[in-house]
Structures are given as C-alpha cells and as structure tokens.
C-alpha cells in the first residue's frame, strides 16, 4: 500500500472541529472593524516580487529569507505576499481609492506566507488581519487605529495582554538616530549574531528588533529613539498619547518597538500577550507616511495594523474563552418506514430553505440507531415520524436538552424551531 501524502512543513489544516473557532473571530474582527467604519478588500496571494522589495525593504529578513519568489512562465518575478500592507497600498494607488466614498478606510483577512523555522504561534502560512487608514496625519487617527486593534482584542474577551507604543520620528531623526545606534553597536560587533552584523551597515535600528538573547541584552543599553525625535514628531507622538488616555486606553512606552518593516515612521505599536514567550506579538503596526508615493501614488499619509489569527485563538484557549456556540443541528429528523422517510426528506428541503440546520442519515434504518446517530449529533431537537403520525400530519418532537417530548403538526414545525 503506497504511502499516503502529508501536509507541508510550517503549515496546518483547519479541522471542521476547529473551523468554528476561526468563523468567530474572523466575524468578531469583521464586526469591530466595519463599526469603526472601515471596507473589506481582498488582493492576490501573490504579486510581483519588486512591489515587497521596494516596501518592506531589501535588507529585512523578509526579503533576503523569507519570502516566497518564484517565476512564471514569461519570466517574471512573483512573490506570495508576506504582508498585507504592500498589496492595500498597490490596491490603492492603482484603483485610486483616494477619491473613492469607502477607498479611505480599509481592512483584509486572508493567507500570508513566510519561509521561517515553524514553531509555536509562527507558520509558514499564517492567516492575517489587519487594517489601513489612508490621508490624515492627524495624531488622534493614530489613536482611533489604536484603539480599534484595542477594541477587538476586548471583544474577543481577552485580559492578559498589554499594548506598547513607540515613536520612529520621520527620516532625518531616524537618521541621526541611526548614527547613534552605529556608533553604539561598533564596539560589539564582534558578539553580535551574523544577521545583526550584516544590519548594522545597512539598517542598524533593526538590531533592536532581534530575537537572538545575547544581542537582545546588548541592545539594552542602546540609545533611545525617543532621545532622537525632531520636534514634529515629539508633538505627535505627545498628542497620541493624549488622545489614548482621554480613550481611557492602558499603554506603556517601549523605545525598542521598531517594528520589522522599513516603510514605518512616527507611530509604532504592539499588542503583546503576556504568557505567550518569545512569540508573544498579538498584533501590530504604526505610521507610514510615505510609502504610498514611494510605490507610485501621490504623496498620502497612511496607517494600519496586522496580527494574526492563529495566536488570537491561542490566547483565546489560554484564558479559557468562548468562541460561541458549536455549530449542531436544530433539529435531527427520524423517520420509521417507507412514507415517514419520503416526507422526513420532503420536510428536510423545507427546513434547509427555512434556514434551519437539519440532520437526517438516510444510512440509519432502525429507531434505536437513529436516535444514537441524534444524540452524537447534539441536536437541539429529534423530529420522529412513524406511520401513525403520517396519518394524523404530525411530528413527535424530543427536546434533547430538557427530555420533554410533544407533539405538533408537521405544518407548524419550522414556525415553532424558530420560536423556541
């Protein structure tokens, strides 16, 4: 017997015994975002190659270890997306959603892939939110964006997490401070990781961002942005933090929060859990006010924010949530017979229009396995009809949860599953 196939490294099936834990929090995050008045958009999971290099910037680890390339077949370069801004940003500067009601204010759900070692929390395909504000600079859309990640984390029911801001100030402040953090990390560079000595020449506030304990512990020391910011960007990054106290939203300053990603300026923030390790980063993101006309729009200010729903559900399942109700039948018919099996079909079609979740298993003959098959099935209800209710037009209805048993007309069966 040949052997059978195995899922890729790095990846996972969404089991339908899972499926109803990711239906809840896609819907809850659908929900909060559209009352914060925010649109749907949906790009490919793959473009070309240039739009990430160009983005997120070619020294990351994203681009130079991550990301998937590959050609087709005329030769040009793709890329499966690795993160959800780039794509909106193309989506928006090519569909001029600027000038668009519902252009303004957008937000995705979908795949993202990332070739990194997997481990708990981190996947090679990962399933993303996020969220993008496009055209004010205004410090309080800052916080609005804030407070929306915010929002959805607390809906959910989340407790043990905490939210963590930075300011990167613009560019000629990111440029002195570069040279700060330069002329800091120098005189270690030999206990440096290999990956942190190639960033230092390159982008040297990106050594604040490593994962790797001992160059962590170097960077403690390292001189603080917040020392750094001109003065534009110290009065926004203050009102900021005005406007989320007068929100009455918790947060603490991390001048190490740099986020991975080279397009971001000003604002940076994270929503960290407290129990989750090393991986602990439930969602974040900040300003970028630049990156629209750097991939070829007129100059618009934007911000947003991405997580990822795999360490959402795994928070979720720490602090014991709820992820709603588990999907199961209203009703599971049982029929005794050849006529009572005709009209428990006929009255399935009638429920299914209805919009009422029935169960029927037309396999199952006898009473006793249909009634086994009903109670695995977790019912609300068993519908059983036999040749005496055939004649008399009714329905024997059990309730499985109080063991309560009646019967009705078949006629007003719908009317009284979607009255009780």
Same mark, same amino acid.
């Given at each position: ?41 949906? @790009? ?6 240039? *739009?990430?290099? =160009? ?24 890329? %499966? ?35 990194? =070692? ?29 407070? &929306? ?9 989340? @407790? ?36 942190? =000595? ?7 506030? =990106?050594? %604040? ?11 403690? $020391? ?6 750094? *910011? ?36 000003? @604002?940076?923030?994270?929503?960290? $859990? $407290?129990? %989750? ?17 750097? &991939? ?41 017979? #050849? ?7 006929? &009255?399935? @079609?009638? *429920? ?8 029927? #298993? ?24 036999? #040749? ?22 078949? $006629? ?9």
């Amino acid at each position: 017997m040949a052997e059978g196939y195995k899922i890729p490294r790095g990846t996972f099936d969404i089991l339908p015994s899972e499926s109803y834990k990711w239906n809840y929090v896609m819907a809850t995050f659908r929900r909060i975002a559209e009352s914060y008045g925010y649109h749907q958009i949906t @790009t490919p999971i793959f473009e070309q190659s240039d *739009l990430f290099e =160009r983005s997120v910037g070619d020294a990351t680890d994203i681009i130079q270890k991550e990301m998937y390339r590959f050609q087709d077949r005329k030769g040009r370069s793709l890329a %499966l997306r690795p993160e959800g801004t780039a794509p909106v940003v193309r989506s928006f500067v090519e569909n001029n959603l600027l000038y668009e009601k519902k252009g303004n204010r957008l937000y995705y759900m979908g795949p993202m892939f990332r070739y990194d =070692r997997p481990q708990k929390g981190r996947y090679r395909q990962f399933y993303q939110y996020g969220v993008e504000n496009f055209g004010s600079d205004h410090p309080y859309i800052d916080a609005e964006v804030i407070a &929306l990640g915010y929002s959805f984390l607390k809906e959910l029911g989340l @407790t043990d997490f905490s939210l963590e801001i930075n300011s990167i100030g613009t560019a000629k402040s990111s440029e002195v401070h570069n040279a700060a953090l330069s002329a800091y990390f120098e005189p270690h560079l030999e206990e440096l990781c290999a990956d942190c =000595r190639t960033r230092l020449n390159k982008n040297p506030k =990106r050594l %604040l961002d490593c994962k790797v304990p001992s160059c962590r512990a170097i960077a403690g $020391n390292a001189p603080s942005m917040l020392a750094y *910011l001109d003065e534009e960007s110290a009065a926004h990054f203050a009102r900021v933090q005005e406007y989320l106290t007068l929100m009455e939203i918790p947060f603490t300053i991390n001048p190490t929060i740099v986020r991975g990603l080279d397009y971001y300026s000003k @604002t940076a923030f994270e929503y960290i $859990n $407290n129990n %989750l390790g090393s991986q602990n980063a439930l969602a974040g993101g900040g300003r970028y006010d630049t990156l629209v006309e750097q &991939l070829g729009g007129k100059a618009t200010t934007g911000i947003g924010f991405a997580g990822g729903f795999e360490r959402l559900i795994l928070s979720m399942e720490q602090e014991n949530l709820s992820f709603g109700e588990v999907p199961h039948p209203r009703i599971f018919l049982v029929s005794l017979g #050849d006529e009572a099996e005709k009209t428990a079909i006929k &009255l399935l @079609t009638d *429920l299914h229009n209805a919009g009422i979740s029935a169960a029927f #298993d037309v396999d199952k003959t006898t009473l006793n396995a249909q009634m086994k098959a009903a109670g695995k099935s977790d019912t609300d209800f068993t519908g059983i009809m036999g #040749d005496d209710e055939i004649k008399s037009g009714k329905i024997s209805l059990k309730n499985m949860r109080s063991g309560e048993q009646i019967l009705i007309p078949i $006629n007003e069966l719908i009317t009284f599953l979607k009255k009780n």
